[in-house]
């Protein structure tokens, strides 16, 4: 299993990112896929997450503003990242794990059981 998160970068506050997540060594559609991210000082935290039936969840913070997709025959996953603040900058990262997801755990890091590579996204004037 692999996962490379790609898409990072400078950008000014309410401009946007798409944010990608390559997947190998499983399907997306068996699989749910995450996003967290994470800020220096802060613990990781989770973003968005699809679900293996396609179904989307947004933390609070992103809702109306991100917006997680798939392409199942790329077998990568997108975070479209638009409104972005200051707050927002932080170190993003994809995830994936073979149990089943639940809305009681999905924002749990703990739970996650493979990651990929962090891409830094730093939202500043």
């Known amino acids: 299993v692999q996962l490379q998160a790609s898409g990072g970068g400078l950008v000014q506050p309410g401009g946007s990112l798409r944010l990608s997540c390559a997947a190998s060594?499983?399907?997306?559609?068996?699989?749910?896929v995450g996003w967290f991210c994470q800020a220096p000082g802060k613990e990781r935290e989770g973003v968005s997450c699809?679900?293996?039936?396609?179904?989307?969840y947004y933390t609070n913070s992103v809702k109306g503003r991100f917006t997680i997709s798939r392409d199942l025959s790329k077998r990568t996953v997108y975070l479209q990242m638009d409104g972005l603040k200051p707050e927002d900058t932080a170190n993003y990262y994809c995830?994936?794990?073979?149990?089943?997801?639940?809305?009681?755990?999905?924002?749990?890091?703990?739970?996650?059981?493979?990651w990929g590579r962090g891409t830094l996204v730093t939202v500043s004037s």
């Open positions: 995830a994936t794990d073979f149990e089943p997801v639940t809305k009681a755990t999905m924002w749990n890091s703990w739970r996650w059981d493979y």
């Open positions: 699809i679900l293996s039936d396609g179904s989307t």
């Open positions: 060594g499983f399907a997306l559609d068996y699989f749910p």
